[in-house]
């Protein structure tokens, strides 16, 4: 960004027409009012302030209305000369939602899955007032005081300029600059790659592993090409669908790394990742663990750790290292601790966190879907409708929120509504398990439906105590029982409560186990997570290393056991 600063045209010629004051362009858009010159924003009359960048942000978005500002546009507009993440722009726009304030963060600023964001209000140009008062004639040596405070004004104007430029280089901001001394050819393609895998989209991660495999090519043993190059194809599959052979690439190279650098801690870091890409959750643990322990301070690893560890029922060790790793502006590790709470059976402390993790990133995907699920169990269900509903209408396309959607249908005694929902979650993605397993139970309803090549694979797969997914266990039970076989149902089900499943709202609200729900062998199971649940909130209440203060709302409302 330039600007040209005309002192000179300041000083003028005494002029017989009564001068005005140049006009300044004015936007106004819904209750705001934005000065470009001023670089300001009010409403009412009552300045909104926020930063020079958050202000840039806010500019961006009004000159791309009504169309969509794309994510690449608005990264390179605001961050030019560096190489930046998405999540750096999803903080920003946070940012620039609160400062505007507003009931809902979409109130002003949409957000468009995969593309961006659009400023949702007509924007609309305006002058502001002139002075309409004649200046008198000013002698020479007022003049000349004209011109010496007008370069005062430039020394000042450029310092302000420095100041911006130093607000956008803040440590606020995820950034990894290019360093001048990585001149080898090896150095500078591990450089790149970093900076385009922490983009975190397609292209990047795939321009990544093109010069991860370059870097190997220069030199096949340098662990920084051979860890790179496995994350960025288990993210590849994980997030952007790719083939699945990648992750035998994956784990190929992870386990070279670890043979070439045992105490390397990346190293068993992404061999654990890739063993967590294909479902192995108990490998994954141990491979996790492995690099915790020889990078102890690394909160990612201790974040990926905790994750599993929530998934597997160890709720007491997850919360510990979720509450060691926060840093308050983390969106995953407060749905992390928002999803253990759950599992706890605290759902006031749930929630909060849920909303913490919905407020800090209202674009991000894994919270809204996350709040709504937990809305979902708690039977609240116009709840989790409308979470559902404002994520579709900022164009998240994911199966899993189709897939809520169809189970509220189900609730709500609408079954086509809910067939429709699983349909297009299975368009979006047919390897998102639950779409194609809520499509069979539902057809199996009214009629006997053939089990596809991809159902009979995770029936295959599901074997008990096998080191799975306990979720896995839950669709293979719900495809017994479309199948009428409840009893190969509830060993499955019994299967993934040894794994470490304790969602047992989920079982309580799901129409597909309904038939087991006076069994006493489903009682009994229900019992069993109540059970260590209980046992594992007691071990956490008496815990010297959790804060006095986290258990407040529910001490208040006198709900323990």
């Known amino acids: 960004m330039s600007f040209n600063i005309h002192c000179y ?179 500078q393609l591990i450089e790149q790659a970093g900076q385009y895998y922490q983009r975190y989209t397609e292209d990047g991660t795939r321009i990544a592993i093109d010069r991860y495999r370059q870097a190997r090519n220069l030199d096949p043993k340098g662990i920084e090409a051979i860890t790179g190059l496995s994350q960025s194809l288990s993210q590849s599959v994980t997030k952007f669908n790719a083939p699945h052979q990648w992750l035998i690439e994956a784990t190929t190279l992870a386990e070279t790394a670890t043979t070439l650098a045992p105490e390397n801690a990346r190293s068993w870091w992404v061999l654990g990742f890739a063993r967590d890409a294909q479902g192995q959750i108990q490998s994954a643990i141990e491979h996790y663990r492995k690099a915790l322990k020889r990078d102890p301070e690394n909160s990612s690893y201790a974040g990926s750790l905790a994750y599993l560890l929530t998934q597997s029922g160890q709720l007491v060790e997850a919360m ?143 074997i008990p105590d096998e080191d799975i997914w306990p979720a896995q266990y839950v669709h293979a039970a719900m495809i017994r029982m479309a199948q009428d076989r409840p009893t190969a149902a509830l060993q499955l089900l019994e299967a993934s409560v040894r794994a470490g499943f304790r969602q047992v709202d989920l079982l309580l609200q799901s129409v597909a186990f309904m038939p087991l729900w006076d069994e006493q062998d489903f009682i009994h199971l229900v019992q069993t997570i109540r059970k260590d649940v209980h046992l594992q909130r007691q071990q956490l209440m008496q815990s010297d290393w959790l804060p006095e203060d986290i258990l407040q709302p529910i001490r208040r409302q006198a709900v323990f056991d």
């Not at 509504?417 to 539902?442: K, S």
Request: some cysteine; overall charge negative.
């Open 9 to 187: 045209q300041a000083v003028s010629l005494p002029s017989s027409k009564t001068p005005q004051k140049p006009q300044t362009q004015q936007l106004i858009s819904a209750d705001l009012t934005i000065d470009p010159t001023r670089r300001s924003v009010s409403r009412d009359g009552h300045p909104l302030p926020m930063t020079p960048l958050t202000f840039d942000c806010l500019f961006a978005l009004l000159k791309a209305a009504p169309e969509v500002a794309s994510s690449e546009a608005l990264l390179e507009q605001l961050w030019p000369d560096r190489v930046v993440n998405d999540e750096t722009l999803t903080q920003r726009i946070a940012l620039l939602r609160k400062d505007l304030g507003g009931e809902d963060p979409q109130d002003y600023i949409q957000s468009v899955r995969s593309r961006g964001y659009r400023w949702r209000h007509p924007v609309e140009e305006t002058e502001s007032k002139p002075s309409q008062t004649a200046p008198a004639p000013k002698p020479i040596w007022q003049t000349g005081l004209i011109v010496i405070a007008c370069l005062a004004g430039c020394v000042l104007l450029a310092t302000w300029w420095k100041q911006i430029v130093a607000d956008r280089h803040s440590a606020r901001e995820l950034v990894i600059n290019p360093s001048p001394m990585n001149t080898d050819p090896y150095s």
């Open 320 to 462: 510990q290292m979720n509450l060691a790793a926060y840093d308050g502006n983390t969106q995953y590790r407060s749905m992390q601790i928002a999803e253990t709470f759950e599992l706890l059976g605290w759902p006031v402390l749930a929630e909060q966190w849920y909303q913490r993790a919905d407020q800090l990133h209202p674009d991000s995907v894994f919270a809204g879907l996350g709040r709504a699920r937990f809305l979902l169990a708690q039977r609240r269900l116009d709840d989790a409708s409308d979470v559902i509903n404002r994520a579709l209408d900022a164009g998240v396309s994911r199966p899993e929120l189709h897939c809520l959607s169809g189970q509220i249908g189900l609730l709500e005694n609408r079954q086509s509504n809910a067939a429709e929902q699983f349909a297009t979650a299975i368009l979006i993605d047919p390897l998102t398990p639950c779409g194609p397993v809520w499509q069979y139970w539902l057809s199996s309803q009214s009629d006997r439906p053939a089990l596809s090549e991809s159902l009979k694979d995770l029936l295959r797969d599901t």
